[in-house]
Nanobody, 129 residues
């Protein structure tokens, strides 16, 4: 069982930056692939980024590639999302998610909601134009 709590959301002007953090409690955090997703008003929840259990592999959606960076600290049990060059269309509730992995090749590349076992409650990011 893993509990996830996001923090760091807020209001920022377009072009600005925010850093989100997800704190995990429970056992074996380093065995989990961690993802960030977001849900804009009136939209479905969408994939943003994923990081492998070791941190050696990352992936981003096309809409945030080059602007957002995902990272993790397996000692502190946190996963962060650094967001630069924010745009009004980045306005959403951001969620972190966890999926237990068994470390075989490719066992980190999870881009779909249903592939994740645990979710945080979300943190709101609002980007003004």
């Amino acid at each position: 069982q893993v509990q996830l709590v996001e923090s760091g959301g807020g209001l920022v002007q377009a072009g600005g930056s925010l850093s989100l953090s997800c704190a995990a409690s429970g056992r074996d955090f380093s065995r989990y692939a961690m993802g960030w997703f977001r849900r804009a008003p009136g939209s479905e929840r969408e994939y943003v980024a994923v990081i492998s259990w070791s941190g050696s592999h990352t992936d981003y959606s096309d809409s945030v590639k080059g602007r957002f960076t995902i990272s993790r600290d397996n000692v502190k049990n946190t996963v962060d999302l650094q967001m630069n060059g924010l745009r009004p269309e980045d306005t959403a509730t951001y969620f972190c998610a966890a999926r237990y992995t068994r470390s075989y090749a490719g066992d980190w590349y999870y881009l779909q909601e249903y592939q994740y076992e645990y979710w945080g409650q979300g943190t709101q990011v609002t980007v003004s134009s």
